[in-house]
């Protein structure tokens, strides 16, 4: 007996003890508590941006409701033209004199407050871009809604763990729960949103941060589920695979669906690298790719605004071969139109249209030459779905389970797994990365090289750099071409290639105003160390 308490007192002091110190240390009881009020105002701030879309576009289409392509064919030409041109002119002016950055945010902004922002998202210009984004959406731009919401909800998020102090990894924990919280009340997922957000923000699936995660995108699906119902976005009838000797023919849709989303997310950069040679005003550019989007709508309206009236009818077998495969091009081009002209939106609606489109597309070919063994094309509809946004995303496991939560198809597992990786596959061996990763390079920041490259460009000389104490006299530093020095604001990675370059183990660090004042001295020794000391903690935070 002596012994049992014995072990147990142990086991207290050396386990029970020091991990809850550990995890009070952390804050992580209070960052519980804040995973549910972050739910919570999430889930509402997702009812209000999608009420603030409603509301645009019932002043053009006089309808608040998703499914507007037969409420658009039923307009005026001059209508649908005028609509994303109205619409534009509005977003170019909020670019021009009242968006900070001039272009709008979405989900590679929180992938950048993540890796190097220190988690932190301006509040006002994120309320700046989810109204921003509601207009665009709401007068027609051939985008999604999810983008947007992720962005909204990392806003919320990180400003409340700003406002709480709490240490950094905890902090990038908090604003996963924004992304969670908000595609979980976008699509009424809660596994999904809750993967989204470590396999995509986080780029980890550590246990303590699962569980304030997880409650936040639970308490948000909970919240929407209670005012708009517990119903997945698409109802689609029940599925099944007829034959195992099917899977050769999903394996070749998974190549298609590759195909698919590595000419997608061409359209997108080529676009984008178009526009930004085009000289043209901010505040008109919106208005002229409404135009053109506009003028695609006359003829197929179904590509205006996210697209789920047609994503629905192409997962119901309505749309015939013709038209499904017209429309893959037809929203590819107004999506690339869309992004590029700046108007707000993202990619996962078109995503999951695009795929639908694919999938019907080949579903009707694949059963009109072995109707025998092959399943109806509703269920390659949804499985190309998943394969084509699984590849735009990179994020095949989260995609895979938003297919299954968005239609309850969960029977078609091996199926979608199968298209997902193949597809995947496909885009990384073509483009390397996915199209969030694609934005952030675009702006210099090439996250999916490795944690090692987000540490060097985000730690700085301010970081390890050893101050001049105030009773050491030091000269000037001579203004000379070859001299060497560092600014406190220069990045370890700029440090480190100084070191190498100059092959110097000591650097001057000097005033970035005055570079003959030398303010401090940066070590090699130093800069390494503070390197291995980031790489041990960020491998920590990603295993406790």
């Known amino acids: 007996m002596t ?10 002091l050396e386990a029970v003890i020091p991990n809850l110190r550990t995890s009070a240390a952390n804050r992580e009881p209070l960052a519980w508590v804040l995973a549910v009020i972050i739910g919570i105002t999430v889930a509402y701030a997702i009812i209000v941006f999608r009420t603030l ?3 645009t576009q019932s002043l053009w289409l006089g309808t608040m409701s998703e499914k507007i392509a037969s409420q658009i064919a039923a307009q005026p030409v001059m209508v649908v033209v005028l609509a994303p041109v109205i619409g534009g002119l509005v977003v170019g002016l909020f670019l021009q004199f009242i968006l900070p950055g001039h272009r709008p945010e979405g989900v590679s902004d929180v ?3 993540r890796a190097i922002g220190g988690a932190r998202i301006p509040f006002l210009n994120g309320l700046g871009v989810a109204v ?4 665009s959406l709401g007068s027609g731009a051939s985008a999604g809604r999810e983008g947007p919401a992720v962005h909204l909800g990392a806003t919320l998020s990180a400003g409340l763990a700003q406002y709480f102090k709490f240490p950094a990894h905890m902090k990038r924990t908090l604003l996963a729960c924004g992304g969670a919280a ?3 009340a976008s699509f009424n997922a809660p596994i999904a949103g809750a993967l989204f957000a470590m396999e995509v923000i986080l780029v980890h699936l550590s246990p303590r941060a699962f569980v304030p995660i997880v409650i936040s995108s639970v308490t948000a699906t909970v919240v929407t589920r209670f005012h708009l119902g517990s119903f997945p976005a698409f109802i689609v009838p029940d599925h099944q695979i007829n034959s195992y000797l099917e899977f050769p023919a999903f394996a070749i849709l998974g190549l298609t669906c590759g195909i698919v989303a590595i000419c ?13 040679h085009i000289t043209c005003p901010l505040w008109i550019r919106p208005a002229i790719g409404g135009l053109m989007i506009g003028g695609l709508a006359v003829f197929f309206p179904q590509i205006l605004g996210v697209g789920y009236e047609a994503t629905d009818a192409a997962l119901k077998q309505q749309l015939p071969l013709l038209l499904l495969l017209m429309l893959i091009p037809a929203k590819a081009v107004a999506t690339a139109i869309t992004l590029a002209s700046r108007f707000g939106g993202g990619v996962f609606s078109p995503s999951l249209y695009l795929g639908a489109m694919t999938g019907g597309a080949f579903g009707v070919i694949a059963t009109s030459f072995f109707p ?9 509809a949804i499985v190309g779905m998943g394969a084509v946004a699984a590849a735009i995303l990179g994020a095949p496991i989260s995609t895979s389970l938003i297919v299954f939560e968005l239609t309850g198809g969960y029977e078609m597992t091996l199926a979608i797994l199968l298209t997902v990786s193949i597809s995947t596959g496909l885009m990384q061996a073509v483009h390397g990365r996915s199209f969030f990763h694609w934005q952030l390079g675009t702006r210099g920041l090439f996250l ?3 944690p090692h490259k987000e540490i060097v460009r985000n730690l700085h000389v301010s970081d390890f750099m050893e101050p001049v104490s105030d009773d050491e006299i030091i000269p000037p530093l001579p203004k000379e071409d070859s001299q060497v020095w560092l600014t406190e604001f220069d990045t370890l990675e700029i440090a480190l290639r100084a070191f190498d370059d100059s092959g110097k183990s000591q650097i001057p660090v000097v005033d970035d105003k005055d570079t003959t004042r030398i303010i401090g001295w940066a070590r090699q020794l130093a800069a390494t160390d503070a390197f291995n000391r980031a790489m041990i903690e960020a491998n920590v935070e990603k295993h406790s």
Do not use: C, H, K, P
């Open 3 to 12: 012994e049992i308490i014995t072990n147990f007192r142990r086991f207290l």
């Open 53 to 55: 879309i409603g509301a």
């Open 111 to 113: 992938i950048e407050a």
């Open 132 to 135: 921003m984004s509601a207009v």
């Open 182 to 184: 908000a595609v979980s």
């Open 264 to 276: 997608f997310q061409s359209s997108l950069s080529t676009a984008d690298w178009v526009a930004n």
């Open 372 to 380: 025998e063994i092959a399943s109806n094309n509703g269920l390659y």
């Open 448 to 450: 999916n090289q490795g």
